[in-house]
C-alpha cells in the first residue's frame, strides 16, 4: 500500500508540473513516505529528517506522509523541526495543493481529511515502479482490529472500489503494455462494494471472488492479490484460481500464530483447526499454489506451549514463505494496554527457532519445483548474473539467462537450482 501511496504522490505532483526526483540532496521538496505497522518508524523520520537538517545543503521543504502523519498529525510539527507539512493517508491526492500552499508562505498545513469524491486512483506509467506490473487498489483501510495492529487507526475503516471503476483500471493497464495486475488491500478479500449488482454476471459466493474472475475476464496476462483475511477466505477463491489460468497461482495469507489462546487474545476472528482447513484446500487445488504467511512471535501472554504450537503450524501447513515478526507494542492499539511480557531475547530465540523450522520446511516444499519449467515475466536484468530476473507465476523471484530484448516477456524457465529465497533456471 506504501509504494503504491508513494507512486499515486508522484503521479499527481507530475500532473501539476514538478519534476520527482530521486536524489533527496538536490531536491527542492523532500517528502517523506512512512509506515509504522511493524517499526518504530517515528524515530527514523527524526532521524532522516535531522540528517537532512545537518548536513550542508540548502533546507528543503519537508513533508511526510503515510501512517505516522496519520496518526500524530501536527504534533509532528512540533516535535521535529524542519518539518513544513503533514499529510495523512487520505490526503495524497492534494499533495501538490498544499505544496504550492507551502511555497506560497503557509506554515503549519496539517491535512489528515478524507479522499476526494473524485479520487483518481491511476497510477501515471512513469511512476510506477515496473512497467510491467502495476498495483491496483481495491480496497482501502481495515475494520478487524486485531489487537497489536495500528492499520484500522491510521488507515480508516474499509471501503471498496466500485468494481466498473477496477475492470477498467486493468483494461487500461493491459492496452499501455502492462503485463501483472496486483489487486491490493489490507483485507481484499473482504472486498464488499456498494452495488453488488456490477457483478452478477460472475460466479463464485463472496464479492472478491466474483471481482477476481470479472478482472481475469480482462484477459491480462497475470493477477496477482494481497493480502487476505483467514476469516473471509472462502472456496470460491480456489475455485476461481482453478478455473482462469491467469490468476496466478499464489495466496498469502496471513496466519499470526499456531495457537488459539494467542489467536484469540490477537481477536484474529479464526481457529487454528479453520485455518489448517483452508490449507488443506488450497494444497488439494488442481493447480500447484504457493503459500504465504506472516507470523508475530512474544504476544502478550504467548507461553512455550503456545509458541511450540506455532512452530508445529508451520511444520503443518509447509508455507513457501514466511515473514516473522517480533510483536512491538503501538501506542494506541488495545494490545498495548497488556503486558509485553515475553521479554526480548526471548522473542529473538523464539524468533529464531521459528525461523529455522521455516527454512527446513521451506527448503523441502520448494524441492517440488526443481527440473519444473515456471512462466516468468522477465522484468530486470540481474545485477549480479549476466541473465534477468523477474516472477514466476508463484511470486517467486527466478534468476534465468537471457538477453534484455526479453524484458517485459513472459517466458517459460526450467528450474535448474533452488536457493532459500530465489530460484535459478533456463529458457526452455
Ligand atoms: N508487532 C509485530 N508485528 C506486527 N504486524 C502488525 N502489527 C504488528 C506488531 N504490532 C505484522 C503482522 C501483519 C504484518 C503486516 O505485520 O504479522 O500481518
Ligand atoms: Fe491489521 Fe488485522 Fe487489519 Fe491485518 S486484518 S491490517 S493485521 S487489523
Redesign the pocket.
Known amino acids: 500500500m506504501n509504494v503504491s501511496d508513494s507512486e499515486r504522490a508522484a503521479t499527481v505532483l507530475g500532473d501539476s508540473g514538478f519534476e520527482i526526483t530521486s536524489d533527496e540532496d538536490t531536491a527542492d521538496i523532500v517528502l517523506i513516505n512512512t509506515c509504522s505497522?511493524r517499526e518504530k518508524a517515528e524515530h527514523k523520520l527524526y532521524t532522516r529528517v535531522g540528517r537532512i537538517r545537518h548536513s550542508d545543503r540548502a533546507m528543503p521543504t519537508i513533508g511526510v506522509m503515510g501512517c505516522v502523519a496519520q496518526l500524530e498529525g501536527e504534533t509532528l510539527l512540533r516535535k521535529i523541526e524542519g518539518v513544513d507539512f503533514v499529510l495523512g493517508t487520505r490526503a495524497v491526492g492534494r499533495v501538490a495543493d498544499v505544496i504550492g500552499r507551502v511555497l506560497n508562505g503557509e506554515e503549519g498545513i496539517v491535512d489528515l481529511g478524507e479522499r476526494e469524491e473524485n479520487y483518481d486512483w491511476t497510477v501515471a506509467d512513469t511512476h510506477r515502479h515496473s512497467p510491467y506490473v502495476a498495483f491496483v487498489p481495491i480496497i482501502e483501510g481495515?475494520n478487524?482490529?486485531?489487537t497489536?495492529?495500528?492499520?484500522?487507526f491510521s488507515r480508516g475503516r474499509e471501503r471498496s472500489l466500485p468494481a466498473p471503476e477496477i475492470v477498467r483500471q486493468v483494461e487500461q493497464l493491459k492496452a499501455s503494455g502492462v503485463k501483472e495486475v496486483h489487486l491490493i488491500g489490507?483485507?481484499v478479500n473482504s472486498y464488499r462494494p456498494d452495488r453488488q449488482d456490477d457483478l452478477q454476471d460472475f460466479a463464485g459466493k463472496s464479492a472478491f471472488s466474483k471481482l477476481l474472475r470479472a478482472v481475469a475476464a480482462t484477459g491480462i496476462e497475470r493477477i496477482k492479490f494481497t493480502?487476505s483475511?483467514p476469516r473471509d477466505f472462502h472456496d470460491d477463491i480456489v475455485e476461481a484460481i482453478e478455473t482462469h489460468e491467469n490468476l496466478c497461482n499464489w495466496v498469502h495469507l496471513?496466519v499470526?500464530s499456531g495457537s488459539n489462546r494467542t489467536l484469540a487474545a490477537m481477536k484474529?476472528g479464526h481457529t487454528i483447526e479453520r485455518y489448517y482447513k483452508q490449507i488443506d484446500r488450497i494444497r488439494n487445488a488442481s493447480r500447484d499454489i504457493a503459500i504465504t504467511t506472516d507470523i508475530i512471535v512474544g504476544f502478550p501472554g504467548e507461553s512455550e506451549a503456545d509458541f511450540r504450537d506455532s512452530v508445529k503450524m508451520v511444520e503443518y501447513c509447509g508455507f513457501d514463505m514466511a515473514y516473522i515478526f517480533k510483536y512491538s507494542p503501538r501506542p494506541g492499539t488495545p494490545a498495548f494496554a497488556l503486558p509485553d511480557d515475553v521479554s526480548l531475547a526471548d522473542k529473538t530465540i523464539r524468533f529464531l527457532e521459528l525461523e529455522r523450522a521455516q527454512k527446513a520446511s521451506q527448503n523441502e516444499r520448494l524441492r517440488r519445483y526443481l527440473n519444473k519449467t515456471v512462466q516468468v515475466l522477465a522484468e530486470n536484468a540481474s545485477t549480479r548474473s549476466k541473465g534477468l530476473t523477474g516472477h514466476s507465476t508463484c511470486h517467486k523471484v527466478v534468476n534465468f539467462s537471457g538477453s534484455t530484448g526479453l524484458l517485459g516477456s513472459l517466458v517459460d524457465v526450467k528450474i535448474t537450482e533452488i536457493k532459500s529465497n530465489s530460484l535459478f533456471g533456463e529458457l526452455v
Open positions: 505497522v481495515c478487524k482490529f486485531c497489536y495492529c495500528i492499520v484500522p489490507q483485507n493480502t483475511f496471513p499470526q484474529r
